[in-house]
């Protein structure tokens, strides 16, 4: 077992005024951080120190177990520095939320056993296949993307158990540890449009052997019970590992497309204090009408998106606390809800961020342009699966009017009596 990093108490503001205070370092390192791939070591250990891999960590295995409204405010602040090292940060240092929340106690107590907490969850894709062994499973398989892996001390992901011919493959979560797992050296550089800092490596599993207690059945995004309360609702006696992946998975990268917003807003402002038009008088952008509505415009919206960051955490809570109270279930509607709650604001943050970077004129493409960074992010965030509305709103639809049980499962036709109704 690994020293457990004992994190004293701390408040939210303590916290995010400590990722406030990384600013300056994180967009030093910008340039760097993208030819690595990731964050460096000196910041990495930063972050363990400051206790951002602890936020979510259960307090009976030494994490702070905060709420979801501080660590998405603390996460928005670091991703405000960098929003590479910001995504690499939250998409791993996120996924304590569903390891505290499915796992048995004492796979538990091996995932927080040093009291940090960092893994990447990815999905299945062709991904790893599982084969049962005697007291568990042998993995092995190929995922592209796995965010949060360069210091993360587990791997979270998606796979599929063959059952034979006569049975389709049943599908898995499992947790594997980091050093278990080969990460490959596809991610940094120029090798993809944005993001480069985050960390998305790819990683392989080669008959990797899986404790049956390591794997959790189902796809933590739907299909559960939502009457039955998870290991860890039960275990740690804090409604919020209910751990509906539905409700967060989509908060934390659209906080991080938050951050990146900030930093242009910061940006820009900085532009509009130091810079002149060109036509039609040499005015400072301060002067100028049009970059006045430009920049009046995107800290509105930026704004907004950093409230409806805040609201979904606060309606999870809500939710969550009157399931704990009252037994009302916090049910697919609800998490469905908070999911494209957390689309409009990531849509929102990257349309503030793209109408700054037309706005700032041509100066903001050259490669040295941390706006140009930032609307890079920006357009990888748009391309993100997760982030396409316009795919899943007929699906929210047929939620929302119970006529499908998720996403992802097949919808059915209302009865004589909902029709009539």
């Known amino acids: 077992m690994s020293e457990v990093i004992s994190q004293p108490a701390v408040t939210a503001g303590e916290l995010v005024a400590r990722a406030a205070a990384m600013r300056p370092l994180l967009r030093e390192q910008q340039e760097d951080a993208e030819k690595r791939g990731t964050y460096s070591p000196e910041v990495h250990e930063l972050f363990t120190r400051a206790g951002f891999y602890s936020i979510l960590v259960p307090r009976r295995y030494g994490g702070l177990e905060l709420d979801l409204t501080t660590y998405y405010r603390v996460m928005i602040e670091v991703s405000r520095g960098d929003p590479g090292t910001g995504w690499c940060l939250t998409l791993g240092s996120s996924h304590s939320l569903v390891a505290g929340s499915f796992f048995a106690e004492e796979a538990q ?22 084969r049962e062994v005697e007291e568990g499973y042998r993995a092995s398989g190929r995922l592209e993307y796995g965010s949060g892996i360069p210091y993360s001390n587990w791997v979270l992901a998606m796979g ?26 596809n991610w940094g550089g120029d090798r993809t ?16 052997f899986l404790p049956a207690r390591h794997v959790v059945a189902g796809t933590w995004h739907e299909g559960w019970d939502p009457a039955v309360p998870t290991p860890g609702a039960t275990l740690h006696g804090n409604p919020m590992y209910l751990g509906r992946a539905h409700a967060t998975y989509h908060t934390s990268i659209a906080s991080v497309q938050v951050g990146a917003a900030k930093a242009a807003l910061d940006e820009f402002e ?5 810079r002149r038009t060109v036509v039609p008088s040499p005015l400072f952008r301060y002067e100028d009408p049009a970059a006045q509505r430009i920049h009046g415009q995107a800290a509105a919206m930026v704004d907004s998106a950093e409230a409806v960051i805040h609201a979904v955490c606060d309606r999870y809570h809500e939710h969550a606390e009157r399931w704990a109270a009252t037994g009302e279930p916090f049910d697919m509607p609800k998490a469905i809800a908070l ?34 960074r930032y609307f890079r992010d920006t357009a990888m965030y748009r391309g993100h699966q997760s982030s396409q509305r316009e795919s899943y709103w007929s699906r929210m639809s047929l939620v929302r009017l119970g006529l499908a049980d998720g996403l992802f499962s097949p919808p059915r036709k209302p009865s004589e009596k909902e029709t009539a109704s």
């Open 270 to 274: 900085e532009q509009m204090l130091s």
């Open 339 to 372: 999911y494209a709650m957390a689309q409009q604001a990531g849509a929102l943050a990257a349309e503030a961020v793209e109408i700054m970077y037309r706005g700032a004129g041509t100066s903001a493409s050259v490669p040295a342009s941390r706006l140009a």
């Open 109 to 130: 107590a091996e995932l927080f056993a040093d009291g940090t907490f960092c893994a990447p969850h990815t999905g299945v894709g062709p991904g790893i296949r599982l």
């Open 193 to 208: 449009l944005g993001m480069r800092a985050s960390g998305s490596n790819g990683f392989v599993l080669d008959e990797v």
């Open 160 to 185: 599929l158990i063959d059952r034979g011919a006569d049975q389709p493959p049943e599908m898995i979560n499992f947790a594997v540890p980091r050093d278990r797992v080969t990460v490959l050296p």
